[in-house]
Every structure is written in structure tokens, then in C-alpha cells.
């Protein structure tokens, strides 16, 4: 027999117009309907920001936190940009060889190397990257991620955001309130998941 081969399940959609703490719990239901307490590993992607990286912790606890590629790659840029100058051929050497030191859990080494890059505005960048990138260190592990078969990159939700909402509530001419926007959403996602019961649960039953 062959080996086993990866399988993926179709994707699970989830949007809303609302606070973060609502867009928690939509996302918890949805993982819970697929199968998240019998899953033998979990993976949580997203930015760096503090406000995701708590929602992650409440409602997945003990999941594997994954920042963003384009997240890290951004932060990585505005440091780049500082030291050497935007459109400089320096600042994309810095750049790779920052995130390629990143991605081996080597925060240590680039705290050292840090410390001795010049003052002025320079040092503030590199202070505010090294403390965000300190901070992240767990979660940017990206050699052990691609070992596990996991994604390391935001782009599927991108192109999901485009195609699902975007191209549905950005036409042209297109005005929308905070609720009809939310509402919008709602009847796209019950649309791409199939799942129209989501919408009318009573009918459904009847």
C-alpha cells in the first residue's frame, strides 16, 4: 500500500460586521461544528495582535499559535526601511536574513546583533521590533509549522475576504450601513457553507 496522502476538508466560512469578542465566539461555533474537540493537533494563524492572540487563547486553548508570514514580513520591512532606506538594495538582505532567523526561533542572536545597529531613528525601530518580535518568538516557528503541513501565510483568508464579501458589498455605487452590511455577510456565508438552516434554523425543522 501506498503511503498516506493529505487529505483537506472543504472550507468553513465565517464574517460579521461586529466587535472582536462577537467574532470570537462565531468563530469557536464554527470550529466546534467541525470538529475541534476531536482534533489531534490545532493550529491558530493570525496576526500578532494582543486583541487575536487573546480570542485564540479563550476559545482554543493549548492550540498551536501561527503569526501570519505577512505580519512578520511586514514588521520585518519597517525595520529594513529604517536602517538602510526604502527602495535600498541593503534593506531586502536585512529583511531575509531577519526572518530567515525568525523562522530557526534565533531571537536571542538577533537581540545581540541589534544592540549594536546605529541610534537616532534606527534604534527606536529596532526597540519596537525586537520587543514585538520577542513577544512572538513561540508563535514563528516556521521550520517546525512546514514540517507539520501547516500554512504560514493569511493569503487563503485574503482571497476568501475578496471573493465572499469584497466582491459583493464593494460594486460599484455600493453603500452600505453597519447592519445591512453584517446582514449581507451573513446570507454570503450561509451561501458558500451551504448551510442555509444558519439563517432559519426553525424552518428547517418543520
Known sequence: MGAARETRAAAGYVAGLEPAA???????????RRGLEGAGAVAVLGDGTEWFQTLAAAHCPGATGIVDRCYACGQGWALGRALHGAGTPAAPAQVDDQLAQLAAER????DAAWRYLPGGGAAAARDEQLTSFANQAP???DDRYRAAGWDLGSGMVEGACKHLIGSREKGPGMRWGDPGAHAVAQVRVARFNDRWEDLWPAAARS
Open 22 to 32: 462577537a467574532s470570537g465566539r462565531r468563530l469557536a461555533r464554527e470550529a466546534h
Open 107 to 110: 531571537v536571542g542572536e538577533l
Open 139 to 141: 508563535r514563528m516557528a
